[in-house]
């Protein structure tokens, strides 16, 4: 994984992708801490990962402008995108000492130009954290986007300030 | 011996699935998409333990493990879910739940499901 970053309205995650479109696997969560997480990948590398998980052999894609995923990618990129997106926003409930309540998962085909409008929908996320990261023996690359509402960027930074506290006495 | 799983992820339920089907004899499996249908086959099915998920359409795990606890309080139930909190393991185990079994499902947690499974029915 690179070193996450804070993005206010740069948009640099777009750097990662070089493609027009991203597969993206997102879940809202709430009840004290809201946001939106996005697991977002190139459709090719979206394929790749679905073969690697069903332990078949990750071969390069021959034409990264024929891609079909069909039910069953769907199926395993939604649970992927559940358990990555809970892994890390879970954490945050952990530190928080809240329950963070979740969405179903929702698979999208989107537009990078339509990130930025998706990432700020409903004007409640101000805050984007962004990291790519890139799997070990597969070459899958891919980028998790976390967009946080005023109020969850406050608590955190409560959260830091009362820890930084503890920590100096 | 009867299991019941209940995950609305199709790769879930058959990975879950295969893992039984390997390890436990004379099994008869049940699977279900949402709570609704996890709660229905319940009632008719009456199978010996439930594999569940919590974050569902339809019903979720909470609600469905709700519904279950009013009328059978002594089912076994595993909680298979992707779900990291303390407060979300701390409030399901209110419901007397069997084991919280934190997703993906590799080699080590079908090990793990496997044993417990062994070792509450003797299988």
């Known amino acids: 994984m690179t070193v996450s970053e804070l993005d206010f309205s740069e948009y640099k995650y777009l750097s990662v992708f070089s493609s027009g479109h991203v597969v993206s696997s997102s879940m809202s969560f709430g009840n004290g801490f809201q946001g939106k997480a996005f697991l977002v990948f190139p459709p090719e590398q979206a394929k790749l990962l679905v073969t690697a998980c069903v332990g078949e052999p990750v071969l390069p894609v021959e034409n990264e402008n024929i891609i079909c995923l069909v039910d069953t990618d769907l199926d395993i990129l939604r649970e992927i995108g559940n358990l990555i997106i809970n892994a890390i926003i879970g954490e945050f409930g952990n530190l928080l000492n809240i329950r963070v309540e979740y969405s179903l998962p929702e698979i999208e085909l989107i537009s990078l130009s339509e990130t930025q409008k998706i990432l700020l929908e409903n004007d409640i996320y101000i805050l984007v954290l962004h990291t790519s990261f890139t799997l070990s023996k597969t070459r899958i690359t891919g980028a998790v986007l976390i967009a946080l509402s005023l109020n969850s960027v406050s608590l955190l930074l409560e959260k830091v300030n009362e820890l930084s506290e503890d920590l100096n006495g | 011996m009867k299991i019941l799983v209940v995950d609305d992820s199709n790769f879930v339920r058959s990975l879950v699935g295969k893992a039984l089907q390997i390890n436990i004899p004379n099994l008869e499996l049940l699977m279900a998409n949402n ?17 569940m998920d919590l974050l569902m359409p339809e019903m979720n795990g909470w609600e469905l493990l709700k519904l279950i606890r009013e009328v059978d309080s002594s089912i076994k139930i595993i909680v298979f879910s992707a779900d990291v909190q303390r407060a979300t393991r701390d409030e399901i185990e209110i419901f007397g739940i069997t084991s919280f079994i ?17 070792g509450e029915f003797g299988a």
């Open chain 2, 35 to 51: 709570g609704v249908e996890g709660y229905n086959l319940y009632r008719t099915e009456k199978p010996d333990l439930i594999i």
């Open chain 2, 102 to 118: 934190h997703k993906p499902f590799n080699k080590e947690k079908s090990e793990q499901l496997i044993n417990i499974v062994k």
